[in-house]
């Protein structure tokens, strides 16, 4: 009963290079949750999919960030032309179902750029 | 406005003592969670207590939530080294399409000595 996989689990980018962050769900786990932390502070949320859908956006960022879950695959938050205030651990959740359902976090992966 | 907002921000305690940390939010909620995470890993759901419920236990942990006050308070009883850790409460707003989103608050650094 493998858990919420995420990787790669450290990741460090130039400024201006793209970060691809990968996350695979557990085993029968349709709805996938992004969020961000910064140090010494709580998880911000970034987004919330659905195989192939995007449920809610509202904490991502306008430019630079998207996030993907196609039907076959892991889940993708791509970040484009990362800069210094992209560094944060990139955490991915899952839950059998959205709504009243605990999500089982990954460990995350920490982005550093340079 | 911060939605999940624990105090205190740091606990130390003895081993065996018991541990209570306070979350305040803002909004209605669906329901509200509390979760642990061991420094450097991802998060570990502990409780979910809905918003027509009054109080939750699970082994050593104890919950209540006071939907008139907006707030709620994780009890660790006969604290143990191993509980050392920061806590957080997240709550998942009522209403809306996408109510799976958690808010997180910025946490509490629990500190238990042997």
């Known amino acids: ?46 987004v919330y999919l659905q195989k192939e859908n995007i449920i809610d956006e509202s904490g991502m960022p306008k430019e630079r960030f998207s996030a993907e879950f196609p039907k076959e695959g892991p889940s993708i938050l791509r970040i484009q032309q990362v800069v210094r205030g992209d560094s944060a651990a990139y955490f991915c959740a899952s839950s059998v179902k959205g709504g009243d359902q605990p999500q089982h976090f990954g460990d995350g992966t920490r982005l550093s750029i340079l | ?42 998060l570990v759901h502990l409780i979910l207590i809905r918003s027509n419920e009054r109080e939750k236990h699970s082994g050593r942990l104890r919950v209540t939530l006071d939907t008139s006050k907006k707030s709620s308070s ?40 042997p």
């Open chain 1, 1 to 46: 009963n493998a858990g919420v996989m995420q990787n790669p689990r450290h990741l460090v980018r130039r400024r201006g290079q793209e970060a691809r962050l990968r996350c695979s769900p557990m085993k029968g786990h349709s709805h996938v949750y992004w969020y961000r932390q910064l140090p010494e502070e709580g998880l911000k949320f970034m």
């Open chain 2, 1 to 42: 406005s911060q939605q999940g907002e624990e105090d205190p921000q740091a606990l130390s305690i003895q081993e065996g003592e018991n541990a209570t940390m306070n979350c305040s939010y803002k909004t209605s909620i669906n329901n509200l969670q509390w979760y642990r995470q061991n420094s450097g890993r991802g």
């Open chain 2, 74 to 113: 994780l009890l660790i009883t006969a604290s143990r080294a191993a509980d050392t850790a920061s806590y957080f409460c997240a709550t998942a707003n009522a209403g809306g399409t996408s109510y799976g989103k958690l808010t997180f608050g910025q946490g509490t650094i629990l500190t238990v000595h």
